[in-house]
Structures are given as C-alpha cells and as structure tokens.
C-alpha cells in the first residue's frame, strides 16, 4: 500500500486519542488514551522507516515504546497513590495543586 | 499485492474501531481491553510495513506487559463509569471539534500536494530490515547512547515507581521523631503554593500547626479550598 | 612669590582651614578648633596683604591680573576656567574681608565657649569665608555664581547654626529661599550678558560691552536688572529684605559677620564690579539707586520702633547698605566702597557689643527689658558709644566721613539726584534717632536688676534657658546655644577684637578726608579706568558744606534721641499713644512680610497642594500607577482564570496550539 494510506490511519489513531484526553474525566481512561497517541506516532515513524530504507525509525519508535512504559509505569503509581489517599479518581476533583 | 491490501484495512478498521472503543466505552475495564485489541492490529499493520522486530516488542511488551500493568490497577483502582461533570461540559462539544479539525488537517498535509517527501512507492526492500539482527546491530553501534539513556530511564521510571506506590507509613523503622526531623524553617513565600495563596493563611516560617496540616490528606483542602482560594488571594494582593 | 599667587593663596588658607576643622571636629579639644579657624583667616589676610604690596609694585597700568588654575571647559564656547582676579577692587574687598573676619574669629573664640557645636562653627565660618573670598576674587560670571550660591549655602548654615530651634531653622530657610531668588537673577542676568558678548570672563566682557551694546540697549538693562535682583537678595534691600531681620536669630558673632561685614556687601561688590554695564544701562542704574534710596528709608523708619536689639542694628544694616547702593549705583564707586568699608568697622563693633550685652543679660534681647548697663559694662558702653557715633556719622569718626562722601557726590551730580541726597540726609537723621535710641534706652535711665547684679560682679544666669523670640523652654545641648555667657569685660580675646575695630571706627575715615587726601580713590583707580563716573567730583569746597550738613543732621538726630529718652523720659509712651497708627505700621515692618506671604508664599502652596491632590494623587497615583497597576490587575485576573487546575483543559489548549501551528504551516507552504 503506498505509504499515504499508513499516515492517514496514524493520523486518525491520533486525534481519536486527542479527544479521548479531552473528554473523559477518568484519569487512567486518560492514560490509555495517551497510549493511543503514541502508538500512532509509532505507527508513523515505522512507515517512514520503511519509506527511506533505513532503521533509524523503528529505532525511534522502539525507544518510544520504551518511554512509553516508564510514562505508563509512573503514571500509574501516582493513580494508585492518590487512591491510597481516598480522593476521587477524577481529573476535575484533583484541580489544586498542593505542595 | 491484493491479499496485502486486504490484510491491510482489516488491521486497519480493527485499529480504528479499538481506538474509537477506547474512548467510548464506559467502564475502564473494558477500554483497556479494547486497547488490547488495537495493539494486536497495530502490530499486524507493523508486520505488513515489514518492521518484524518493531511487531513482536509490540506484542510482548506493549500488549503483554504494559497492558498487563493497566489491568491490575483498574483492577485494583477500580474507577466507576461516572459521566462527565459539569467542568466538562464545554469539552464535550469542543473536544471533538478540535480533534476532527486536527485531523482534517494532518489529512490535507500529508495527502495533498504539501507533503513532496511522500512517494507513492517506497525504497526497495533491503532483506534484513527489520529483522532484530539489525535492530540488535544498530542498537549496540550507532544508537548505543540512546540505548543506554533508555536503560536508565527505565531505571528511574522503577525506582519512581516503588517511591510513589509506598504506604507513607508503612516502612520499617520509620518512627514519628524520625519524620518530624525533616521540619525545617523556611523563609516567607519560599514554600508551598498553600502557602502563597492563602497569603494571610500562610506566610512565616513553618510552624507546627503548619507541618501538620500539610500532613494531612490533600485531598481536604479541596473541596473547602475551591472558591476561597481565589478570594483570599485577591485580598491579599 | 608673585601677586597672584598671593591671590591664590588668600583663597587657600581658608578652605584648607573649613577642612582641616571639619573634619576633626570631634578631636580638637578645647578651643583649638577657633584658634585653627582664627590662624587660617589671618593668613588669608596676610596674603591679602602681601598681594597688595604685590599689586602697588606693579605701575598703575598693570594693575589687573587675571590667572586661572585650569579651564572648565571651552568647548560649547563658554570660556569657564577658575580664575582669579587680583586688581584693586578684588583686594580691597578681601583685606575688608579677611581684617574683619579674623576679629570676629577672635570674638567667636570667647563668645562660644561653652556650645556644643563649637567646631561645627567654626569649621562654618571658615566655609563661608572662603565662599565670600571667592566671590570677590572671581574673574568671570561662572566663579562668581559659585562663589555667590557657596556665601548663601554658608548663610544657611549659620543662620539656622542652633538648628533645635524652630525659629532659628525657619529664619535660615527664608534666608535660603530669598537668596536663591538672586541666584536665579544671577544666572539669567548673566546669560542675557552672555548672549552678546559670548564670553564669561570679566575684563574680557567689559572690553567688549561699549562695542556690543547701545546706550540703554534692551537686552543689557534687563541683563542689568537681573543682576540687580541678585545684588538686592544678597543685600537685603526692599523688597527682598525680609531675611535679614530673622536672620538675628543666629549667634552674635554671625550677625556681625555676614549680616553687616561681608556677605550683605555682596551686592554692592557685584554692582561695583559690573559698573562698564551699569552706565551703558543707565536705566538699570537708576532703579538701583531708586531701591537703595527707598531702602535706606524704609528701613530707618522701621528701626525706630523695633524693640529687639539685634533687629534694630539689622535694620541699620539694611539702611546703610541702602546707602551704598545708592552710591555705587550713581557712580560714587569710591565713595560707595568706602563706607563699606567703614561700615564694616562700627557695625561689627556695634554687633560686638551687642553680644555682651545679651549675655550680660542672660540671653535676653529685648530691649525693653534693659537699661542702665553703663556701669556693669563700661567697656562695652565705650565701644558701643564709639559705634554708635560713628553710625550716626559724628565727625571725626569715619562714618561721617565715609557717608557723606556719598550723599556729596550725590549734591556734585546734581539734577534728579539731588532729591535722593536729600533723602539721604533724612536718613542720616533718622539714623541719629534710632541709633541712639538704642543706646540711652540699653545703657543709660535706671539699672535693671541683671544690671545692679553684675556690678556686684554676679553675671546672671538663668536656669531655664529660653528662647529669647517665643519664650518657649529650651535645652543647652547640641543644637541650642551653650549655657555660659560671655561678656567683653571678663574676656579678653573679645576685649582685643572691640578694640581694634573701635580703633578702626575712629581712625577709618582719616584716609579719604576731601582736600587732604584720597588714598582709597587713587587707590581704586585702576579698577574703574574704563568709568566716565569716577573721576567725576565737585569742589573740595562743596564736599566740607555736605560734611558740615552731615555733622548738623548726626547732632539733631541724636539731640531728638536725648529728649525723648534722657530729658524727659516718658515722652517716647506718649509719642506711642499719639501716633499708635504710624507706630503699628512701622513696627510691622511695613507689613511686607504680610504681602509676600500674601503675594508669594500662598499661591506657592496652593499650588503645592494642588499639584499634590490633583496631579499627584489624582493623575499621576490614580491613572498613570493606578491605571497600570489596574491594568496589570485585570490582565492577571484574566490569566488567572486559565489556571483551572483541570487537566483537560490544558490538553485542550495544548491541541489547539497544535492544530494552529500546522495549520499555519499549512496556509504558509501552500
């Protein structure tokens, strides 16, 4: 397939993730759709990989899934943090920031 | 050819209906699992892009590992399908607004005539792409920074982990005196942003009745905190 | 060493002195801080004297030298360099200056023993020495300027010297401010010069004045009237006069030095100076000689009613310099100059003995509380009779002499002029009365009791110190005077300096006796070559008339005084009730205080006040910071609001950043 159609299924992975972030209130929901976004940058980055001939791409994308682990790793521990302290598992309720 | 574009828009569609169920779906058990099925689609559309090495660590890591640590914290966290509250209320309209108008865009980019670096015919296909002895070869060559960068980021991302998950008690030997030495006086509006929002609240050095209400659950302040703040520190100006 | 170099010097001495004493004012011990003081000034005269031999060596044409020490700066064209002058004018004034300003150095030792701020004192009256020096020895505009701003910074300081007194700090600004007033007239009246003649240096400009400037020309008369201005706030004449009455309020020693010997002589020095441009602009000349005449009056009238010592020798100031500016003014340059001279001599005898009798009387000023001192005070009663006739212009004391040689010229150059020597002799008349006025009421009649105690030999010594104008209760600590009082008759540095100014007053006027000898005139030829005035002078016959007119008005005025006060006392109370309107008026000083509080200093601070609420408060505190601030406010108030704390909305912002950026690299790349 030429390499167009592999972009456009990206982009659209993209912004369905995009408005995952924005709609759902449920924060590891919010993760998950992180996820999303970047499995579409990966989903870029290979097919140009394979558009140039090189490896540099599926290097990169192989270093994003890496951070994307310890993004997921963080993230979670901090939701499991916040549960452990009895407040709602909810972007809106979580708004102040104390020190 | 034929059987490629078939195989093509099957992992496709599955990859879009995952993403679009992922954020539909109610119940977070559920999206994560649907998110498992996208992963699984997208590492087809990798093997079709000939990127072997990418499609298994897709498979083993992402959907095996990563997703398996999502399941046991919904498992464990729960989160109920609640609706969105009223915050989000203009989100709900705007979000996929914005999200459509982002895509429309990327779309116009790459398919029409902005994107030259796009030929319809990619490079021809070397034997060894993507196969892990390339990928090892590079890895440990002309990426070996970035390979080690990574290792330590994984690292830190571990031990990050481990400090946030801890019970603040829970540690042995960790008595109340020992917890009470990190007090320490802290010169006018250096601290926290309790204390520089609530101006008349705060201010001075740390004092005991201030130690203790930090260590109380945040989450308390919040409700009570969410539309004084704001006056008391206009007051304070 | 060369004239000018004794020039120099006579700047030097005493500048090294203000800041040797200054800045060791809290280690000299006792009153080495005075006699420090008192040797730099008397060097300073030494230097004044040897460049006077310098300057007679030197033949008659060659008699005014200019040497500058570096240039300021030549390059906007203004030729500034600090420079002296050393000619016969400059160094008359200094040997003026620095004789006179040594004895009262000598008399500040005594007077001031017991104050505080003793060497701030005298570190003070050196500064303002060397200002007075350097003003006189100036040979431009710019060194002038400075030298006349640096005489009223060191009037300040001395006026309000005991600076706890309310009374004395207001006296010392109103000073300041009247003086700053002349400055300004100063300056532009100088800049109007400078406009035509394009240079500051003065030999340079009177050189060029006859060729650049028509008889009368606009920009002269109004250059000259600027000068005026200067010379009148220096000098105390009406109506920028009213300082110097409150300016009594600083130490005795003060008085006699700034506000009879030196700095209210400023002005006749500066009209003395510029006299090439004062007959160009006769006009200008004749206001002055209009003022000083009106001023020799005024303040006569207003000296015969006033009940405070020291403002009745003030006024008597006021009225004699009225009398040199007159005499400048017209042309009588030597003779104007000599009765400064001589004036110097008795109104610093007179201020002297005013001293000691204060602190005879502990403090007290008022001369109603005093009477019958000539006992008590013999001495001080011999050096105050000895000025008093010489004010007054007995014959042959050198007031006599030094005054009429002003009022004769006035008679020789006849026309309009002749009506201000008239006047002249009027004043002479008044100044008779009110002369000694003070002196039968002060120590002839009944002793009061400070009297009677110090012919026992107890000096009075109150133990609550007050102020001698309010009353109100004062402290002898720094800033208030000390608790001691000094008089002449137990001291004998203050005895030394009378004496040798009571010397001066009787034997002063025998150098310029009409017919016998002028050596102050041929003296001060060289300075006034270019004058058409100068040697303008009428028969030695006509001169003894007006000197044997003069010596008529002294006696009448002073048997006027001896009636009313000595014959048949209590005709001065009855001469109150009949003309109580008159005595209101002139005891008010003419209500001129009044009028320039109305005219000036009101309008003054209503402007302040509304410059205050309206401009400041109102505009610059409401709309410029209140309106930034405001603005800045609402700007935060408005961001603020973005700082929800909600995430998503600041994913939201995030993508639309995001789909902005592509879409302008969109539109940008098509």
Request: proline share 3%.
């Amino acid at each position: 397939m030429a390499i167009g159609w592999y972009l456009a299924v990206s982009a659209i992975i993209f912004c369905i993730g995009a408005i995952g972030v924005l709609t759902r209130p449920n924060p590891l929901v919010i993760l998950l759709c992180l996820e999303l976004m970047l499995n579409a940058a990966n989903l870029a980055l290979v097919a140009f990989a394979r558009m140039w001939g090189g490896e540099s791409g599926q290097i990169f994308a192989l270093i994003v899934m890496v951070v994307a682990a310890c993004e997921v790793t963080v993230g979670l521990g901090l939701i499991v943090a916040i549960y452990r302290r009895n407040l709602a598992i909810d972007v809106d309720e979580l708004n102040e920031l104390h020190g | 050819m034929v059987f490629s574009a078939i195989l093509f828009f099957i992992a496709a569609i599955g990859a879009i209906v995952g993403a679009v169920a992922v954020v539909m779906l109610r119940n977070p058990f559920y999206s994560v699992l649907a998110l498992v099925c996208h992963l699984i689609a997208l590492a087809a559309l990798f093997l079709l892009l000939r990127a072997e090495f990418v499609a298994a660590a897709q498979v083993v890591v992402y959907a095996g590992a990563v997703m398996v640590l999502y399941v046991f914290v919904v498992a464990y966290v729960g989160g109920a399908d609640e609706p969105l509250h009223r915050h989000g209320a203009a989100l709900k309209v705007l979000g996929p607004v914005f999200g459509v108008a982002l895509a429309v865009e990327l779309c116009i980019a790459m398919l029409g005539t902005a994107l030259k670096g796009i030929s319809g015919h990619g490079a021809p296909y070397v034997p060894g792409f993507g196969t892990p002895k390339e990928i090892g070869t590079q890895f440990l060559t002309t990426y070996l920074f970035p390979f080690e960068v990574a290792s330590l980021l994984l690292m830190v991302a571990a031990v990050g982990a481990v400090l946030l998950a801890r019970r603040r008690r829970g540690l042995e030997g960790t008595t109340e005196g020992e917890q009470t030495t990190f007090r320490v006086a802290r010169p006018v509006l250096t601290g926290t942003m309790h204390e520089s929002t609530g101006i008349r609240g705060g201010g001075g050095t740390v004092s005991e009745s201030e130690y203790e209400s930090q260590r109380e659950p945040v989450g308390s302040h919040t409700g009570a905190r969410g539309s004084s703040g704001d006056g008391r520190s206009e007051g304070g100006w | 060493m060369s004239t000018t170099t004794y020039g120099w010097l006579i700047l030097l001495f005493p500048l090294v002195g203000t800041v040797i004493v200054s800045l060791n004012y809290k280690r000299l011990p006792g009153t080495s801080a005075g006699w420090l003081a008192t040797l730099a000034i008397a060097l300073a005269f030494a230097s004044a004297i040897g460049a006077l031999f310098g300057l007679l060596g030197n033949g008659l044409g060659h008699r005014q030298l200019v040497s500058s020490l570096w240039q300021y700066d030549v390059s906007v064209g203004v030729d500034a360099n600090l420079a002296i002058l050393v000619d016969p004018l400059s160094i008359f004034m200094a040997l003026a200056v620095s004789g006179v300003s040594t004895l009262i150095h000598i008399y500040s030792i005594a007077y001031l023993k017991s104050d505080r701020g003793y060497s701030r004192y005298f570190a003070y009256l050196n500064y303002f020495v060397f200002s007075m020096l350097l003003l006189v020895m100036a040979a431009n505009f710019v060194v002038l300027i400075i030298g006349w701003a640096f005489v009223g910074a060191a009037s300040y300081l001395l006026i309000s010297f005991w600076y706890r007194r309310t009374t004395a700090t207001s006296a010392g600004i109103k000073a300041f401010v009247i003086n700053v007033l002349g400055d300004v007239g100063l300056v532009l009246g100088t800049f109007f010069i400078f406009r035509h003649t394009h240079t500051v240096d003065f030999l340079k400009t009177f050189a060029l004045a006859p060729h650049v400037f028509s008889h009368n020309s606009t920009d002269l008369v109004a250059g000259c009237l600027l000068l005026l201005v200067g010379a009148f706030a220096k000098s105390a004449q009406v109506p920028l006069h009213t300082w110097l009455p409150d300016a009594m309020e600083g130490p005795t020693p003060v008085s006699a030095l700034i506000h009879a010997a030196t700095m209210v002589t400023a002005g006749v020095y500066l009209i003395a100076r510029m006299h090439p441009l004062f007959e160009i602009a006769t006009t200008a000349a004749d206001v002055g000689a209009i003022i000083g005449c009106l001023t020799l009056l005024i303040a006569a009238t207003i000296a015969i009613v006033q009940t405070d010592l020291k403002r009745v020798i003030a006024y008597s100031t006021m009225s004699q310099i009225g009398y040199m500016i007159m005499g400048v003014s017209i042309g009588a340059y030597s003779a104007g100059l000599f009765h400064l001279m001589t004036h110097a001599f008795f109104k610093a005898l007179l201020f002297m003995g005013a001293g000691s009798i204060i602190s005879a009387m502990g403090g007290e000023q008022s001369l109603d509380r005093m009477g019958g001192f000539r006992k008590a005070l013999p001495f001080t009663f011999i050096c105050f009779m000895i000025g008093g006739l010489a004010l007054s212009g007995m014959p042959p004391f050198s007031g006599w002499l030094s005054k009429d040689d002003i009022i004769g010229y006035l008679d020789n150059r006849g026309g309009g002029f002749l009506a201000l020597g008239i006047a002249g002799y009027v004043g002479a008349f008044l100044t008779g009365i009110y002369t000694f006025r003070m002196i039968f009421r002060a120590f002839f009649g009944p002793p009061v009791e400070e009297a009677v105690e110090l012919e026992h030999g107890h000096l009075v010594h109150h133990d609550v110190p007050t102020n001698p104008q309010t009353g109100e209760v004062e402290d002898t600590d720094v800033g208030f005077p000390g608790p001691e009082h000094h008089i002449a008759e137990r001291d004998w540095r203050m005895r030394l300096s009378m004496s040798l100014l009571a010397f001066a007053a009787v034997v002063g006027g025998l150098v310029q006796i009409p017919g016998v000898d002028d050596v102050i005139a041929r003296f001060l030829e060289p300075s006034f070559a270019s004058s058409r005035l100068y040697a303008l002078s009428g028969s030695v016959t006509n001169d003894w008339i007006g000197l044997i007119i003069g010596a008529l008005v002294a006696v009448a005025g002073i048997s006027v005084a001896y009636r009313i006060y000595i014959a048949r006392p209590g005709t001065s109370a009855a001469l109150l009730e009949r003309f109580r309107a008159i005595h209101t008026f002139l005891y008010n000083k003419w209500y001129f205080d009044e009028l320039i509080d109305f005219l000036v200093v009101r309008p003054a601070q209503w402007l302040g006040r509304f410059g205050q609420s309206a401009l400041e408060r109102g505009l610059i505190g409401g709309a410029v910071t209140g309106g930034t601030t405001g603005a800045v406010r609402a700007a935060s108030a408005a961001v603020r609001r973005g700082q929800t704390g909600y995430l998503r909305y600041y994913a939201a912002v995030v993508l639309i950043g995001v789909s902005g950026m592509a879409l302008y690299f969109l539109i940008s790349a098509s």
